[in-house]
């Protein structure tokens, strides 16, 4: 009889299915007879497969039948009965087992039945022992390709030993090192058998003791310390390989045996000592090379900086959300043999070159629940790289800036050197943040790994139609595919619907990623089938109906009818399994109308939503919109929906457990209320929605915005979370949250976040009720309370955005700004800082400032009695903002205003764009810095969220708007400098005219060149612009015309406009497009029909030299002009007469004017490197200037630990920053009586040295600023370069007077003689690595070397250079030395022996003022114009 004892000698085998291969598909059953027991087998769905209940243990004396019957018995009668049996030879399989030793054996045997063909086979696999002996053919080949690199000879042949006796593998997770899996396995053979045999327990032990360091502890050591941990791995394979080999031997002779007790012979007691003290050895090893807990601390510190720095959001696959077992098989195998696939590998379906998968199709085919499955399997294989789960009803998973970095750190987490290599880019650039992550931290980080996973990972992003806009899709797209196309062992899967968008995006790359739409899934009808049968048999047994319920027939209707939707079904059943009459729900489900698969979705959502609200549809109307424009920020609960639609908490809770077919509470949200699909909510919100069930959006909009202006009204006030002492900051009251959940319920929170998000959706400008809730609550001291909220909810930076909405809102409705809101703003931009450290502060630090003359003053003092009281300079007024910007260190050559008048965009000279608040004149974060030289031109994208930047180095360059970190690489094609650049109207293309005479056109997106360039000008183009509705580019140039062209095809259209006397350096539309403006060298402007190309008037004449800059106000309606004359004009454009007296107020000439969108203000640039505001009505200047360095700054460096700048001045001064924030640190250090022209840090951060044309060098103190002792005095001329030694004991400097002195660093004393040597002036001087060495080059075209303690020179002068050499390194081992040169070349140098290495390195312009190796002495860097890499190698 079977049995299944824990006993495992008493069986060999265990039978665990039975196959059956015939053409019948139904009609008849299989048994299974063991030892005259009958044994009941189970099919498995539709399939072949029959299984007993449990597997059944087998011995070599069991007698084992099969068989195969049909017919069936009534009152003692058969009918049709038939019945064929097999007898299974047990011996005979446990035979081919031992000889084989696989994990699974078959036996077959073919026959008739019923007159038809049938073939049973009978599976048996191992026992649970010998299981763990089965073969590992295949997985012990893969590893040893795997590891090969650290395999010996020995272990090889050993591995091949193990092979042939079929040792095996755990599931072998390719990170962890293999001689783990086999470890694991052989220790688990040694425990069973050690019960048994005694002898063999003291090598179990010590193989216990090795496992401690399996896994991840060993998987992160080799990860960041392969090097050290190589030979003890390579000793463990052979010892490994070798216990394996003989716990094999030892198992097969005695566990097959059937023994009791087996002997352990003297030649296997020799053994197990032998290997018992190699692995105690190697233990001790592992002890010293592997500190366990040394790199969990150090992943738990890395980790911990990737969660703080990037913020990833919790998005992951479920189990329950994937496809049912037995759907989609086929197509979910294509797209994990496609993932898993090799480098270089093929795959059926997809083309092994591409490592995006786009997946796509209708709503609720299915696509998500793919995705949940595809991660499910990759997970199981270790072959996961990262997840992303978009929804349109959640904020942080519709944020296209969370995809990114959640992916950068789901990636980092699997792959240890990817972490370790990103916290080491964050440790040493504090600027990084998660919106870097598109550029910085992915494709370029990914692109420089060294070390790359054993096997492909995935990535997979789900639902990216529900994520942000077009241009955040956009981006995203553009990023994975540009990654994917770099790293090889990359693969990406992205599914969405069709949108046009997402289709355009994908196109951008054609031939570059694989595409499937999901409606051509072959099987997904049969998928259907099954999914609705399964299903419909619980709905059955619910509702106490037939098994069959209801009928075949039926089924295959519901499937017709779901037109390849899985949400059909799903919806369906959620339907079925609410109600009381399944039978009457179904009918009226399949009785509605047809139309295409989504008509007959939506068909259905009308039917489940009838059923079950009666007449209560304006009820169902009111709570579905709340949810609907709720959840576009968070999903809200049923008394919060309740509070914010004005419905009673039990009429929502009831539509809501009624509505379970479209809607759900989600635990994770606090029971939030969601849509189960987002076809739902487009249903609801659709054109052709029944108008007894259409949400109207805009109303829902407005009657939520109302509803949390006076939630808040009624709900705020005056220290709302009873907090007992202003002594305490927010982040010292332990329970505030808490706090906040107690006195704030989650509609008040929701309304203080969001009030405006819902108002600034409101169209009706004279919405009584509205307005009158908002100027109830605007009042003081409510806004003071608001403040207060967001305070103590840890939401001040949502304060300001929010105060600058509403009045943007207002003045779309043309209704003025409330002073109130006007004052909270300023108030809240003030003293934000003190808000956000501690509520109490809104009211002691901020409400005793407030000017006297506000209306926030006047209605908050009468509320407020005991303020601190200002004695003398109390304020009367706010003040205006600044007239004049002060930031750059050279001339500013163009501003731009963003598209929601909150920033202001420079460009200058001093090859840096600055981001400055309009409304304060604060600079904006830190200056964008890539450029290498000159800036012309800024714009910002139309949407506002992107900057572009054209320069004297030849390049464009993207910024993002809100981070100013760069995106992507730059832009590169033109063969001069770029003067002007500009968007396209939708975004989609940038412009760009260039002293190359060419105009190019650029995909926004991707930075690809598109197109041939645009030619014709015989000048350089001085300015380019897009007609309004982005159908025509124009151009202005030397050549004197303004040309038109084609922004599809590029070509030209019509002639040239001609009638300027000199160069054009200004052109650009009205907003209407009917008119183009330029302006001139002659002194003019003109006005031109954009028509016709024919002059509109007279020339607008006034200015007094060459006009740079002219631009019409938003409305047309005036034009203005900046000059060389230092002024800037206005112009009626109409009449073209002068409108006032002109601007003046710039003390150099002015490169550019713009209006503010709202054509209030106007800003302007100039060559006095200040930024002006200017009164667009009046002309008046608005404001004060802002401070800086005076003159051009000569050079800067980085502390050691990145946290402070320098800079070196021709105004004679040095400055330190705050690398993070740009504010000046401290007083600018002044002594030197001349321009400084070097500065540098001592390698502590402690000191800064510096060397100016007054021949002095100085050593201040970082900390203090105060200069240390006295100057360094020796040199007769200006000096050129000071550095410190490795140890940071020793100065160098060198000078025009053709010498080099080194300093003590502590004394300032000088330290023997001065270098001589050069013949003239010394540029650049260097230590080596390793402090030995000193080199220097020169004007007079030589590199000398000098032995850094006795100062003599070492060898012959090296020579090659035809020109002077203004820059020297060393390679970071000390074995080259690289110099560049004004002869256009950079040389490499053996630093032993001082020969030229190779050839000059040339291709560059005459300046090549630095030359650097990277840091791992892999490339060179030059730095001219342009950046150039060269590899040394080559």
């Known amino acids: 009889m079977a049995s299944n004892t824990e006993d495992e000698d008493k069986g060999l085998l265990y039978l665990h299915r039975i196959t059956v291969e015939t053409p019948i598909n139904s009609g008849y059953r299989v048994k299974l007879k063991i030892d005259g027991s009958d044994i009941q087998l189970t099919r498995s769905g539709q399939t072949s497969v029959w299984t007993p209940p449990k597997s059944l243990e087998v011995s070599d004396s069991s007698k084992v039948q099969a068989m195969l019957k049909a017919g069936h018995t009534v009152a003692g009668i058969s009918f049709r009965k038939e019945e064929i049996v097999i007898d299974i030879d047990v011996k005979d399989v446990i035979q081919r087992f031992l000889v084989a030793m696989k994990a699974e054996v078959s036996v077959s045997d073919q026959t008739t039945f019923r007159q038809q063909p049938v073939t049973i086979i009978v599976f048996f696999r191992s026992p649970p022992t010998s299981e763990s002996v089965r073969s590992i053919i295949q997985n012990l080949q893969e590893v040893m390709g795997e590891f090969r690199h650290i395999m010996g000879e020995s272990t090889q042949k050993n591995v091949e030993t193990v092979i042939k006796y079929g040792v095996v593998f755990s599931e072998l997770d390719p990170r962890s090192k293999a001689a783990f899996s086999v470890l694991t396995v052989t220790f688990e053979l040694l425990k069973q058998q050690k019960g048994r045999d005694q002898m063999v327990s003291d090598l179990a032990r010590q193989l216990k003791r090795i496992l401690p360091f399996a896994k991840e502890a060993l998987k992160e050591a080799v990860e960041e310390n392969g090097d050290i941990l190589r030979k003890a791995i390579g000793r463990l394979y052979v010892l490994t390989m070798d216990v394996a080999e003989f716990s094999c031997n030892y198992v097969k002779r ?640 163009s501003v731009a205003c963003s598209p929601d008048e909150h920033r202001i965009i420079s460009g200058s000279y001093d090859r840096t764009i600055r981001i400055w608040d309009a409304e304060t004149g604060a600079a904006v974060g830190e200056p964008l810095e ?217 003390t150099s000439s002015i490169h550019s004017v713009a209006y503010s969108p709202d054509g209030r203000r106007i800003i302007s640039c100039s060559d006095d490197r200040t930024i002006r505001v200017w009164d667009a009505e009046t002309g008046a200047a608005i404001g004060e200037p802002l401070g800086g360095h005076t003159d051009s700054i000569f050079s800067v460096a980085y502390s050691p630990d990145g946290r402070r700048i320098i800079s070196g001045s021709y105004d004679r001064t040095i400055r330190i920053w705050d690398a993070e924030t740009g504010a000046a640190v401290g007083k600018p250090l002044e002594a030197h009586t001349s321009s400084i022209r070097t500065v540098a840090y001592s390698p502590d951060g402690r000191r800064v040295i510096s060397g100016s044309a007054d021949r002095t060098i100085r050593i201040w103190d970082a900390e203090t600023g105060v200069a240390v002792g006295e100057p360094l005095e020796g040199h007769t001329n200006w000096i050129n370069s000071v550095v410190y030694s490795p140890d940071g004991r020793r100065i160098i400097s060198g000078s025009y007077d053709m010498t080099i002195r080194i300093w003590d660093a502590e004394t300032g004393a000088a330290v023997g003689e001065p270098l001589e040597g050069h013949t003239d002036s010394i540029f650049s001087v260097a230590y080596s690595p390793d402090g030995h060495r000193i080199i220097s080059g020169s004007d007079d075209r030589t590199i000398r070397i000098w032995d850094a303690e006795t100062g003599a020179a070492v060898g012959e002068p090296l020579e090659g250079h035809t020109d002077s050499i203004f820059s020297v390194a060393y390679s970071p081992d000390g074995h080259r030395i690289i110099s560049g040169s004004h002869d256009m070349t950079i040389r490499i140098w053996n630093a032993e022996t001082g020969a030229a290495v190779e050839e000059p390195l040339g291709g560059h312009v005459p300046d090549i003022p630095n030359v650097v190796y990277s840091p791992g002495g892999h490339y060179i860097g030059v730095i001219e114009g342009t950046i150039k890499i060269w590899d040394p190698a080559k």
């Open 930 to 1146: 890539g450029h290498t030289d000159s800036i012309f031109s800024v714009a910002y994208s139309p949407d506002g969220r992107r900057i572009i930047s054209g320069s004297d180095d030849r390049t464009i360059r993207i910024w993002d708007a809100e981070t100013g970190a760069a995106v992507g690489e730059p832009l590169e094609g033109h063969t001069s400098w770029i003067n002007s650049v500009a968007y396209s109207p939708d975004g989609h293309r940038i412009i760009s005219g260039s002293h190359d005479r060419t105009i190019r056109i650029w995909d926004a997106e991707t930075g690809a060149a598109i197109g041939e360039p645009l030619k014709g000008h015989t000048g350089w183009i001085h300015s380019v612009a897009y007609s309004p509705d982005g159908r025509r580019i124009i151009s202005c140039s030397d050549d004197r015309t303004i040309r038109v062209w084609d922004a599809e095809t590029g070509a030209a259209i019509g002639e040239p406009l001609k009638g300027h006397t000199s160069s054009i350096h200004t052109v650009t539309n009205s907003p209407d497009g009917c008119r183009i403006i330029s302006g001139s060298y002659d002194r003019t402007i003109r006005i031109w029909d954009a028509e016709t190309g024919a002059a509109v008037g007279e020339p607008l004449e006034g200015h007094t030299s060459s006009i740079r800059t002219v631009a019409y106000s938003p409305y047309g309606h005036r034009i203005i002009s900046g000059s060389y004359d230092m002024t800037i004009r206005i112009w009626d454009a109409e009449t073209g007469a002068a409108v006032g007296e002109p601007l003046e107020g710039h």
């Open 254 to 893: 005695n566990r097959f045996k059937r023994l009791a007790k087996a002997m352990v012979s003297d030649q296997d007691q020799e053994k197990i000592n032998d290997l018992t003290s190699g692995l105690s050895g190697l233990v001790e090893d592992f002890d010293r090379a592997v500190n366990v807990e040394m790199l969990k601390a150090i992943r738990s510190m890395d980790e911990k900086m990737l969660l703080d720095r990037l913020q990833p959001i919790q998005s992951v696959y479920r189990l329950d959300r994937g496809c049912m077992e037995g759907t989609r098989v086929s197509l979910l195998e294509e797209i994990v043999q496609w993932a898993i696939r090799p480098t270089g590998g093929t795959t059926s379906g997809a083309s092994s070159s591409h490592n995006v998968y786009w997946l796509y199709g209708i709503p609720g085919i299915g696509k998500t629940a793919m995705s949940h499955s595809i991660c499910a399997r990759l997970h199981e294989k270790g072959r996961l790289g990262g997840t992303f789960f978009c929804r349109r009803d959640d904020p942080d998973l519709s944020d296209p800036k969370s995809v990114l970095p959640t992916l950068i750190f789901n990636l980092a987490e699997t792959w240890g050197p990817y972490r370790k290599l990103i916290a080491d880019k964050l440790r040493k650039d504090s600027k990084l943040t998660r919106h870097s992550a598109d550029d910085q931290l992915f494709s370029r980080l990914l692109d420089t790994l060294q070390s790359q996973p054993p096997h492909p990972l995935l990535l997979v992003i789900d639902a990216l139609d529900e994520c942000g806009d077009s241009l955040g899709r956009s981006s995203i797209i553009a990023s994975l595919i540009t990654v994917a196309c770099r790293v090889s062992w990359l693969r990406i899967i992205v599914t969405s619907r069709q949108d046009s968008d997402i289709e355009t995006s994908f196109g951008r790359f054609d031939g570059r990623y694989f595409a499937k739409d999901l409606a051509n899934d072959d099987q997904a009808h049969d998928d259907i089938y099954l999914y609705a049968r399964s299903k419909l048999s619980s709905v059955a047994s619910q509702c106490g109906l037939s098994k069959d319920w209801p009928g075949d027939r039926k089924v295959k209707e519901i499937v017709e009818r779901s037109g390849g939707l899985f949400i059909f079904v799903e919806t369906l059943l959620q339907l079925l399994e609410g109600g009381l009459n399944a039978d009457r729900y179904l009918t009226q489900a399949l009785s509605v109308g047809s139309g295409s698969a989504l008509e007959r979705l939506y068909n259905l959502y009308a039917t489940a939503i009838r059923s079950r609200i009666g007449q209560d549809k304006e009820e169902f109307r009111s709570a579905m919109g709340t949810i609907i424009v709720v959840g576009q920020y968070r999903p809200l609960s049923d008394e919060s929906v309740a509070q914010l639609s004005g419905l009673p908490a039990n009429i929502v809770s009831t539509l809501v457990n009624k509505l379970g077919s479209i809607l759900y509470r989600d635990a994770r949200t606090r029971g939030g209320i969601r849509a189960r699909h987002l076809s739902v909510i487009d249903f609801l919100t659709g054109s052709d929605t029944p108008e007894d069930l259409a949400v109207d959006i805009k109303q829902a909009h407005r009657d939520v915005g109302v509803a949390c202006l006076k939630a808040m009204t009624l709900g705020l006030r005056f220290n709302i979370c009873g907090i007992e002492s202003s002594f305490l900051a927010n982040r010292d009251i332990v329970d505030l949250q808490s706090r906040v959940d107690e006195s704030m319920s989650e509609a008040l929170q929701y309304s203080c976040l969001h009030w405006s998000d819902h108002l600034s959706r409101v169209q009706e400008s004279e919405d009584g009720e509205l307005m009158a809730a908002l100027d109830t609550f605007t009042k003081a001291p409510r806004l003071l309370y608001w403040m207060e909220a967001l305070s103590v909810m840890g939401k001040v930076g949502v304060g300001d955005s929010v105060l600058r909405q509403i009045p943007l809102w207002l003045k779309c409705l043309e209704r003025s700004t409330d002073e109130h809101i006007e004052d909270a703003l300023k108030f809240i931009l003030i003293f934000q800082e003190a808000i956000k450290t501690s509520a109490s502060h809104t009211y002691i630090s901020g409400l005793g400032f407030i000017p006297r003359d506000t209306d926030l003053w006047r209605h908050s003092s009468s509320v407020f009695k005991n303020l601190l009281v200002v004695e003398k300079g109390q304020k009367k007024s706010w003040g205006s903002r600044p007239s004049k910007l002060r930031g750059h260190v050279d001339g500013v050559s």
